[in-house]
């Protein structure tokens, strides 16, 4: 496994053509200021290089990334918001506990699967909280 940080588009795509040079190999890219500002460069590099990956958001598979597994960014903001309630009504902030996120999800792009040669089963597809055609 390889880390690659990246602070602009250059450091992206080097790091992409590096993975790209490794044999069977993925990515799995973090959400993060950067790749959300150069999201579809990311798309598009994957695929380019035909490289399957998968992201924490499912905004990046509307965009046409492979597939995203991570938690509902809306479900923690109603988590947040509940706090924000209780702290209104009296609550002492330190004293609430560290909440998690408890729901998450699995986005797949189907069209993405097919331009790369593969093959999603059915049995993964069920699961899938969305699927895109």
Same mark, same amino acid.
């Given at each position: 496994m390889?880390v690659?940080?990246a602070?602009? *588009?250059g450091?992206i795509?080097r790091?992409i053509a590096?993975? /790209?040079r490794?044999?069977?190999? !993925?990515?799995i $890219?973090?959400?993060?200021g $950067?790749?959300?500002?150069?999201?579809?460069? $990311?798309i598009?590099l /994957? /695929? @380019?290089? @035909?490289?399957p990956a998968?992201?924490?958001?499912?905004?990046? $598979? /509307?965009a046409g990334?492979l597939?995203?597994?991570?938690? *509902?960014?809306?479900d923690? +903001? !109603? =988590?947040?918001?509940g +706090?924000?309630?209780?702290?209104l %009504?009296?609550a002492k902030?330190?004293?609430?506990?560290? =909440?998690n996120?408890? %729901? +998450?999800?699995l986005?797949?792009?189907?069209?993405?699967a %097919?331009s790369?040669?593969l093959?999603?089963p059915?049995s993964f597809?069920? @699961?899938? *909280?969305?699927?895109?055609e």
């Amino acid at each position: 496994m390889t880390v690659a940080g990246a602070r602009d *588009d250059g450091d992206i795509e080097r790091a992409i053509a590096a993975a /790209a040079r490794e044999p069977d190999t !993925g990515l799995i $890219v973090m959400a993060s200021g $950067v790749t959300n500002a150069h999201r579809r460069l $990311v798309i598009e590099l /994957a /695929a @380019r290089h @035909r490289l399957p990956a998968i992201y924490d958001y499912r905004y990046f $598979v /509307a965009a046409g990334g492979l597939a995203s597994y991570g938690h *509902d960014p809306a479900d923690q +903001y !109603g =988590q947040a918001a509940g +706090y924000i309630d209780r702290i209104l %009504k009296g609550a002492k902030a330190g004293e609430l506990p560290v =909440q998690n996120p408890t %729901k +998450y999800e699995l986005a797949i792009n189907l069209k993405a699967a %097919k331009s790369l040669g593969l093959t999603i089963p059915e049995s993964f597809l069920l @699961r899938a *909280d969305e699927v895109i055609e």
